[in-house]
């Protein structure tokens, strides 16, 4: 098995980076502030990946800077040769200046429990309707330790006859894999506001732990999808 290398890390230590294993590159926002590690499979890779890796889409909207001794900007097509020396971490800006950020859409209303849990989360959402099925869209969602992504947006369904009905699965923009590159299973292609998502297939146990309605909502689904992360993590 190929060993992990966080590349932040080897540069405020001063260790040299070797060839031939994983790379954990930290991508830090300056239009969000958001600092994410995410993994990388490979020692050469391109500006162009970086910013897709990092969901910094579409990549010509973004430029790419390297923070470290061997600061400079990266093109989309540069080729970044992470074991070369001088690289701590990479930080996206935006290419142009814009009249800033569209306001979060709101396609729907959410029962008060889920109103209160993400507002008391501080997260940032949306309702979006898309044909006749409810998402919920949360930004930059934190994920457990051990796999690739430290926070990624994910997309809840919301069943039309919710709360009574209730919620299943969960859906993310990238796969999902353990950080030394294992991929989880049961990750299906699928299609969210045009882009290309992933269906991850976890339920609950129908004999355990069934829906309640008036008891389960957004939070105790969310924190079973955790608890699923959790696991798949270990």
């Known amino acids: 098995m190929k060993n992990k290398i966080d590349i932040e890390a080897f540069y405020l230590e001063g260790k040299k980076v070797e060839t031939g294993c994983f790379y954990m590159i ?51 097509d540069d080729i970044v040769d992470l074991t070369e020396p001088g690289i701590e971490k990479f930080i996206v800006y935006p290419a142009s200046c814009t009249e800033g950020s569209p306001s979060p859409r709101r396609d729907f209303h959410l029962f008060p429990d889920d109103q209160k849990f993400l507002s008391e989360k501080q997260y940032t959402w949306e309702a979006i309707t ?33 709360p009574r009905a209730e919620i299943d699965m969960i859906f993310f923009p990238a796969k999902i894999s353990r950080d030394n590159g294992r991929e989880f299973s049961r990750q299906t292609p699928t299609t969210f506001r045009g882009k290309h998502w992933y269906q991850w297939s976890r ?22 999808m955790y608890h699923c992360l959790q696991q798949e993590a270990a």
Not at 140 to 151: D, R, T
Not at 204 to 218: A, E, F
């Open 203 to 224: 339920h609950r146990n129908k004999r355990i732990s069934p829906w309640k309605p008036g008891v389960d909502n957004l939070e105790t689904h969310l924190d079973l």
């Open 26 to 76: 930290k991508v830090t926002s300056d239009i969000t502030g958001e600092k994410d590690k995410f993994l990388v499979e490979k020692e050469k890779v391109t500006g162009r990946e970086i910013l897709l890796l990092s969901d910094h889409t579409p990549p010509k909207n973004f430029i790419l800077k390297i923070k470290g001794k061997n600061k400079r900007t990266i093109e989309l």
């Open 130 to 162: 898309e044909g006749r099925v409810n998402w919920i869209l949360i930004k930059g969602f934190k994920l457990p330790n051990g796999l690739n992504h430290a926070s990624i947006d994910i997309a809840v369904k919301i069943p039309q006859q919710y």
